[in-house]
């Protein structure tokens, strides 16, 4: 990951800080497993920088932005970068304190605490992906309060006063107008150092995927880039939704070519039918058409 970091163009001086970070915090072996191995590489300097120095000043992160802007991708990339196991953390509506905290339980005929993972985040240095915190309900906000701002701590009623490990961050990401969704409150937000995320570039589009597809032809490379740009266009252009503007959709879809699926039926699957709507699916069909010719094969797209 350090050596990525490198490829992109981080400043020396900030890799060398992660360096001495990951010497300094020792990971338990017993949580060595949940330090991820990301499949997908974030691209964008100048987010990487802020978040790097962010996390590095002890500051928890919130990443903001519509969809396909690897909001996720970067919260994993984060946490293999600085070496440190991850626990992912869903809010919904079945999400409240006992499921963050942890439980009581029984162990070898007691009553024990069976942690959670805000607590595990705590007690390992874990870093926590607090995914769509903005569907948070006020049950487990009122636990995150104490824990992200600069007290640092966990109290568990009947239990004990929990202090956050030195090497516990968490990076929590939303998305808006989604159903569910609702404003930060001012008191949640305040606690984050806030990274608005921008649209992936083409030129970090190419990179992507030609570290994902090493064999794709240029030419493809860059229709499948411009594809994407104009799904893009035309959601911001409100002719479209969201729900065709899926990356991890058309990296699917060209995993399926680079199977022997034809271009049009892959990309029918992983793009136009994510849309339930026939008209908008006819539009997505003929953004398709000006792109990717109709009876595309595998030695088409893909150098043998």
Same mark, same amino acid.
């Not at 100048?46 to 500051?59: D, R, T, Y």
């Given at each position: 990951?350090?050596?990525? #970091? ?7 001086s ?18 060595i ?33 519509p ?105 929590a ?93 892959? #990309?029918?699957?992983g ?29 088409d797209?893909?150098?043998?």
């Open positions: 990951m350090l050596d990525f #970091l490198r490829e992109e163009g981080i400043r020396e900030l890799v060398e800080e992660l360096v001495r970070f990951r010497e300094f915090y020792r990971v338990d072996k017993e949580v497993y949940r330090i991820p191995r990301p499949k997908f590489h974030y691209y964008g300097t100048s987010v990487w920088e802020e978040a790097i120095v962010a996390l590095l000043c002890g500051e928890n992160l919130l990443l903001t932005g969809k396909a802007t690897g909001k996720n991708v970067l919260a994993e990339n984060l946490a293999a970068a600085f070496g440190r196991p991850s626990w992912d953390i869903s809010f919904h509506v079945n999400t409240d304190s006992s499921s963050l905290i942890g439980t009581d339980t029984f162990r070898n005929g007691e009553v024990v605490m069976r942690h959670g993972p805000i607590l595990n985040c705590a007690c390992y240095g874990g870093f926590g992906i607090l995914d769509e915190i903005n569907m948070a309900k006020n049950d487990s906000v009122a636990v995150l309060h104490a824990t992200l701002d600069f007290r640092r701590i966990i109290d568990v009623p009947g239990y004990d006063k929990n202090h956050l490990d030195g090497s516990t961050r968490f990076i990401t939303m998305n808006y107008g989604y159903a569910g969704t609702r404003e930060l409150n001012e008191a949640l937000a305040s606690r984050f150092m806030v990274i608005d995320m921008p649209g992936i570039s083409d030129e970090n589009l190419r990179k992507l995927l030609k570290r994902e597809f090493p064999g794709i032809r240029d030419r493809y490379l860059e229709q499948f880039t411009g594809l994407f740009n104009d799904l893009q266009k035309k959601s911001g252009n409100s002719e479209i939704s969201t729900k065709s503007v899926d990356l991890r959709g058309l990296l699917s879809s060209i995993h399926l070519m680079e199977k022997g699926l034809e271009a049009n039926r892959a #990309l029918r699957m793009i136009v039918n994510k849309s339930f709507d026939d008209f908008e699916r006819t539009l997505v069909e003929d953004v398709i058409r000006l792109r990717i010719p109709g009876k595309l094969e595998r030695h797209i893909f150098k043998e």
